[in-house]
């Protein structure tokens, strides 16, 4: 609630008392009925504390630079799906390719297994390593070519109704998907990512590298979710299955 992230973030909260047995609601309309000013100034410091919380965040330039990188308006800033698609289509777009109409022609898309568990040993030991991938599904989707461009949809085998000759040389996931080798969008669009979130790092924009991480983050995410256009099982689960192996 405003309230808690108000007290939170801020240190105090809103500017009202609750009697005993009361609601919030039912506090606010009986400081509405017997003291109009004082819940005039509840009123003026709801508003002040989220603007306050907006100042002591950040989140106002957080959203501008989110926008201003994405290229969508700042309704649009902090959903996934959108934000993606603009920057995917645009880049198809420089190709000569045209996008699909979102839900024509749309991949199968059942759920993806999650990432990898290991069953725990119990125990005490002398020696413990701890191993991390950095950004390790964008890093697995720049590795392997994962792409809904690049993505080879199964056909019937040579001899079937409608069976054809698929191309060689694929990159094949733990999880079936097969992938061409042609340099694909969303490698290329990481690629950049990465290279501009170690710009602002080094520059000190902890802004713009927060922006760029979390842009990153969100592509595996879109490609398992039912409002892409460009979303499959067999993409979201190559790079799951590769995180896994």
């Given at each position: 609630t405003l309230e808690t992230v108000a007290e939170t973030v801020l240190g105090?909260?809103?500017?009202?008392?609750?009697?005993?047995?009361?609601?919030?609601?039912e506090a606010i309309s009986r400081l509405a009925r017997e003291d109009p000013e004082e819940f005039c100034r509840y009123c003026l410091q709801d508003a002040r504390l989220v603007q306050e919380i907006f100042d002591k965040t950040?989140?106002?330039?957080?959203?501008?630079?989110?926008?201003?990188?994405?290229?969508?308006?700042p309704d649009l800033a902090w959903t996934s799906i959108p934000a993606f698609e603009h920057l995917y289509i645009e880049a198809m777009h420089e190709r000569?390719?045209?996008?699909?109409?979102?839900?024509?022609?749309?991949?199968?898309l059942a759920g993806a297994p999650g990432g990898g568990i290991l069953t725990p040993r119990p125990g005490v030991y002398d020696r413990v390593l701890l191993?991390?991938?950095q950004s390790l599904y964008p890093s697995i989707i720049r590795s392997f070519n994962i792409d809904p461009l690049s993505y080879l949809r199964p056909v019937p085998a040579a001899g079937e109704l409608g069976g054809s000759r698929e191309p060689e040389d694929l990159i094949e996931a733990p999880n079936g998907a097969r992938f061409r080798r042609e340099p694909a969008i969303l490698p290329q669009l990481l690629d950049r990512f990465f290279e501009s979130r170690r710009q602002a790092r080094e520059r000190g924009d902890e802004v713009a590298s927060f922006v760029y991480k979390i842009i990153m983050n969100s592509f595996y995410g879109v490609l398992g979710a039912t409002g892409?256009?460009?979303?499959?099982?067999?993409?979201?689960?190559?790079?799951?299955?590769?995180?896994?192996?």
């Open positions: 105090y909260g809103k500017r009202i008392t609750i009697s005993k047995g009361e609601g919030r609601i950040g989140l106002v330039d957080l959203t501008l630079s989110r926008c201003q990188l994405l290229g969508v308006a000569g390719v045209v996008a699909p109409t979102a839900g024509v022609d749309v991949l199968p191993f991390d991938f892409c256009r460009f979303a499959g099982s067999e993409l979201a689960g190559a790079i799951t299955s590769f995180g896994q192996h």
